[in-house]
């Protein structure tokens, strides 16, 4: 797998949540894009030959300038992303010919190098692979009035995260099938289930948040400034 592996990096959502004017992946951390953050991990991820990044179509321009001064030379091509996050992956998918494809949110920039590994491996042992984490808190599915209906056992409840890795070419067919049949999922695996792709879950770290709302900018600037007191 080595030296065959793309990852699509998608940063073309506005952050509604985060209800800030700038687009989220582009708010600072330590001076620095969110977007710019993530895309320096896999930069220096010795086993990633190339990069797709995926941006809004007004902010290509900035992105490109970001790549230079950054020195993020495994960026290859930056492309428009579309109105949901599935159709923006849709997008960077068509532009990597590598074996094997790495999605990753642009807004989760705390993704350890040896997670990329781990996810990495496991798609190599079984075909495709997600990160994730067990979830910590009891979750309960609720009606449209608040009424509980039922509680579903944690042990078999993950959250799922980023990278989502899997061969490019049945990746893009799944992404085909859910197009034509009109899917739209919020992540990658779920297309690939509805493809018949087994996929297997690689256990990662609950510091690889996505950074949606405002409190997570805080822990996000927390963590960036412990890491770079070497605290973290
Ligand atoms: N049309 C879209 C929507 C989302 N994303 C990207 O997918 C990742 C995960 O999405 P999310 O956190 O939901 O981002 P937003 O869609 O920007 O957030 P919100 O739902 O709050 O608007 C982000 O890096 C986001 O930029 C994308 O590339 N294209
Ligand atoms: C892909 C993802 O990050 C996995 O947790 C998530 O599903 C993205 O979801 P969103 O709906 O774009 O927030």
Redesign the pocket.
Known sequence: MANNVGVVVVAA?RGTRMGTEESKQYLLLQGKPIVVHTLEVFQQHERISEIVLVTGAEDMGRCRKWCDEYGLSKVKDIVAGGAE?QHSVYRGLERLSTEWVMVH?GVRPFVRPSDIDACYEEAGRTGASVLAVPVKDTIKQVDGQGRVLSTPDRRSLWA???PQTFRLSQLRAAYEAADKEGFVG??DSSLAERAGIPVAVVEGSYSNI?I?TPDDLEYAEFTVTMRREGQA
């Open positions: 959502g996050r949110d799922i995260q980023t919020t992540d996505k949606t």
